[in-house]
């Protein structure tokens, strides 16, 4: 049993009121570096910033990490266009960052990304594998590919309020930078990455389309990036079947209508939800309210705390020991974001 | 609890007679890359090797592996400056492989090796921290190192034929060329390591002095390279207690004299023997007997196996199932020594 998670960057996170994380480049480019930290450590090691902040949340992470820590499962982060270091082990995708969405033909690496995932994914010898993502910015080039493909989807936020409305406009410059209209991309999934996606999601699909492969049973594990991923795969015509498992806060966001769009993929959709049993904890009010509510694999580990017979109470043991070391460690960085 | 293996690249290897594994330059190009994959994954996930020949014996990697998943130890890989891409997980330490030290100054990128390591290390937190190495060609770098340092100790090697004569001219000529006598390094541990050593021995002894400043009790866990490993630390003047856990088959080899110079480093020296219960199997026989005898934490990881009161007996079966699993996926690659 493995928990991989692809991490990147795209630039199209520096977009005023895109990103959940707030608007400062640098923390942005950071991000994914200390979730995988977090994935890989349970807390910070070379990142200068620490993804927890008193109004957004917990990163997501420390609920994977958790979930890893008390299931026997090895967790690999896959480099996919990450913009700064990390010390968390990498496998390289050898892929260079996306660009600006806005901007022609900002993932060129998009074939490669596919052809590394797959490789990848054909390697590996699993029971089950679980792929998760860490990229800013990831739901808007995920509307970008879901629109290029001419799937009939919206997609969620981290934040409360999702600008679903900016997405759009910026999907939409970026069909026009590119030359697109909605739809043209459809069974041209790496077409559909060049244009308005990013590196994190062609490395996903050829990571399951590889594993498919190698008949190990993939679950996606995230929200409405994860569904961009599985059009991704079956507009390169792999039908095999694929479970995405998310959270309630993603499968409830009315404005996302996840349960469609899976259906219409043949994708297999499993909710879960980070509710604790009885407790008086700021973090954990946080996760249950949906701050955040999905990323770096949180539904996906959720579920496969459920499949392993983990209760929800030891997993909010393992969240808040999780918690209190990272902040213990760096009170200096609570406040960062 | 933790297991580092650092690996990485020495032309010095290609030098005829030098490197236990051969001659052929690809293959010992690709060792470092498959041991690590062997660590990771059980099996070969990306190399085009499997360093597992029926006269030299499955690579050691196979033991650090079975005790890793015996035990409850998370594993990181550090890219201490390998030739060829792996399919396991890295940290970079974003420093290039060792020149042939015949060569003058091979290790340009010493000191950027040791601050990563320091970094690296100091950013960790673990109960005990176990480190080991891949890199072929490694105990004649490691006999530069110790010659320059001025230690009084020769080194081992991974054939039944110690060819120490020819790593003494090598490590002569090395010495010559960047304008060296034996001891006049001492106390300059970057200078020997970017004279006649190569990056990975610099990035063990950086992990070493940074874990340490964090409180970290250190098992290096390998031969004569952690003996020069442990020099290189106290000719950086850290006289903390140190533990270096080795086989039988390396304290038991005359040509090496491991446990004097352990004592003159007031290094502690555990030594552990792979020497399993009733059997009838090649593999465990080809251990036992010492091919290979030392490398890729190998005598680290059976004294982390003692410690947590693991038995032989499990040890044996874990290796086996993980020969087993490498060789049925790759029957073409079992004789390419």
Chains 1, 2 share one sequence.
Not at 52 to 81: M, S
Not at 151 to 178: C, I, M, R, W, Y
Not at 192 to 215: H, R, Y
Request: charged share 20%.
């Amino acid at each position: 049993m493995r928990f991989v998670i692809a991490a990147g960057t795209t630039l199209t996170a520096n977009i005023d009121g895109i990103s959940g994380i707030g608007t400062n480049r640098d923390l942005i480019a950071h991000v994914p570096g200390g979730d995988v930290e977090i994935v890989e450590y349970g807390r910070i090691v070379r990142t200068p910033i620490v993804p927890i902040d008193p109004d957004l949340g917990p990163t997501p992470a420390v609920v994977t990490r958790a979930v890893c820590n008390l299931v026997d499962c090895e967790t690999t982060i896959v480099d996919a266009g990450m913009m700064k270091p990390t010390g968390a082990p990498v496998v390289d995708a050898e892929v260079s960052m996306g660009e600006d969405i806005r901007n022609r033909n900002p993932v060129p690496s998009a074939d490669d990304a596919f052809e590394f995932g797959k490789e990848f994914g054909r390697s590996l010898s699993e029971e089950v594998l679980y792929v998760g993502e860490s990229i800013p910015g990831g739901t808007t080039t995920a509307l970008g590919v879901l629109t290029a493909l001419g799937v009939d989807a919206t997609v969620s936020s981290s934040l409360p309020e999702n600008p679903l409305n900016l997405k759009q406009e910026v999907v939409e410059e970026g069909l026009e930078a590119s030359g697109l209209s909605p739809g043209d991309a459809a069974g041209n999934p790496i077409l559909a990455v060049q244009s308005v996606g990013d590196p994190v999601l062609a490395t996903i699909a050829g990571i399951v389309i590889g594993a498919t492969e190698a008949d190990i049973p993939v679950v996606l594990a995230g929200g409405t990036q994860m569904v961009a991923a599985a059009a991704l795969v079956r507009h390169a015509d792999v039908w095999d079947p694929l479970t995405i498992a998310t959270t309630n806060h993603i499968a409830d966001d009315e404005s996302a209508n996840i349960e469609a769009a899976a259906a219409d993929l043949e994708v297999d959709l499993r909710v879960t939800s980070p509710t604790f049993p009885e407790h008086d904890h700021f973090v954990l009010e946080q996760l249950e309210e949906g701050a955040p509510k999905e990323g770096v694999g949180m539904g996906g580990a959720l579920h496969l705390a459920e499949q392993n017979g983990v209760e929800l109470a030891d997993v909010a043991d393992e969240v808040l020991g999780i918690h209190r070391e990272i902040l213990d460690q760096h009170p200096e960085f609570t406040y960062n974001f």
